[in-house]
């Protein structure tokens, strides 16, 4: 029985005395086999106990600039055990000017992970779309193939060469199909290298750092029946051009009450059957409208988790934990509460029911 042996594997940070770091502290308490409570019983667990016990990367996507406010750290190191920068790794973050690299707040995050023994996985290198993305508009002016390819390859290598060691798996391209289409969004990496630009920049970030392991990373799939088909045509055409993909990163941004479980588990199904790595990677649950809207939420929250668990997908991502902090706010509207953790850090059910899946998943 996994939980039982939990008491040694649990990740730690969880103890209520052990309180997480903040870059600007120099030592974590290191839990040992007599500071960690054993954890036989799943209600006692932390959540981060529970996906350990079920060999279950669960993670976050964190900003470095909440990693000073002590709730949100306390509540992120007892939860999970996996971290994606939201955006501090992207290309207009990061490498805004030819010349300029910012990697601090990056490296805040990676040294509160580190801390804390979280894994981090890295978002992401190439993301051109239709709304929102982040290439920067002087990336977006060079028409040179040559140069352009320089250029990638530059950033690539010196992101990854950067983050060497402390990210263990990269989205190389984020959402290179249309985002309710089924064809290849026509970018300008696309425009300019061709469509063999994918499995380019795949080969590229194998070269920076060949031991991360490299995703594509898509939205809507979960959604829209064509453009899954569409995504999982392009793996496979990609594996047959030899590209060094490991994995596929389904996003999962969900309208509460609505997930087609069934043909998420079909997609990871088709995806693994190509022998690539499926991870639930930016899983929300935003409300608009429910009878019982906490409930649905947790519900679908429930279904997404079993339909990566159920098959061999062993890691879920969410977009964030508080509604106090969602990119949905922005993006959708106020109001729409989609993460597990209220504007106060206090669990929801959608909580309850993530917690009750991990623990199954771990007997
Ligand atoms: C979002 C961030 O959460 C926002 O803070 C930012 O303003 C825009 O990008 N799909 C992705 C993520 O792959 O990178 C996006 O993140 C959300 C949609």
Redesign the pocket.
């Known amino acids: 029985m996994l939980l039982a042996t939990s008491a040694i594997g649990c990740s730690g940070g969880e103890q209520a005395d052990d309180h997480p770091v903040t870059t600007t502290v120099a030592a974590v308490t290191q839990p040992t086999s007599t500071t960690v409570p054993r954890c036989d019983d799943a209600s006692t667990c932390t959540t981060r106990q529970l996906a350990d016990a079920a060999g279950v990367t669960f993670g976050t996507?964190v900003?470095a600039s909440h990693l000073d406010e002590a709730d949100y750290r306390t509540t992120l190191v007892t939860t999970f055990n996996s971290v994606t920068p939201?955006?501090e790794l992207?290309w207009a973050s990061i490498h805004p000017a030819p010349d300029t690299w910012d990697f601090g707040p990056a490296d805040t995050i990676i040294e509160f992970a580190k801390q804390n023994r979280l894994q981090v996985k890295g978002?992401?290198l190439i993301?051109d779309q239709e709304s929102?993305?982040?290439t920067p508009d002087w990336v977006l002016a060079i028409d040179d193939p040559t140069e352009l390819r320089a250029t990638v390859t530059d950033h690539i290598r010196t992101v990854m060469g950067h983050y060497r060691g402390a990210v263990d798996r990269w989205?190389v391209v984020?959402?290179p199909l249309q985002t309710l289409g089924n064809e290849l969004y026509d970018n300008h990496f696309r425009q300019v290298l061709g469509d063999g630009y994918i499995a380019e920049m795949f080969t590229i970030a194998h070269k920076a750092d060949p031991a991360a392991r490299l995703f594509l990373?898509e939205?809507n799939v979960e959604l829209l029946p064509a453009k899954a088909a569409a995504l999982v045509a392009l793996v496979k055409a990609l594996i047959d051009q030899g590209a060094p993909i490991d994995g596929v990163g389904i996003?999962a941004?969900l309208v509460a009450g609505t997930v087609d479980s069934a043909a998420v588990r079909s997609l990871i199904d088709d995806l693994e059957g190509l022998g690539v790595e499926v991870a639930i990677?930016?899983l929300d649950v935003r409300i608009i409208t429910a009878a019982d809207p906490l409930a649905t939420q947790a519900d679908t929250y429930s279904q997404a988790l079993s339909a990566c668990l159920d098959e061999s997908c062993r890691e879920v991502t969410l977009?964030?934990f508080t509604d106090r902090y969602?990119?949905i706010d922005?993006?959708f509207g106020l109001g729409r509460a989609p993460l597990p953790f209220d504007r106060d850090y206090q669990p929801k059910p959608a909580l309850a029911a993530i917690r009750e899946r991990l623990a199954a998943a771990a007997k």
Do not use: V
Request: net charge negative.
């Open positions: 996507a900003a939201e955006n992207k978002h992401n993301w929102i993305d982040s989205d984020n959402e990373n939205a996003q941004h990677t930016e977009w964030g969602t990119w922005n993006t």
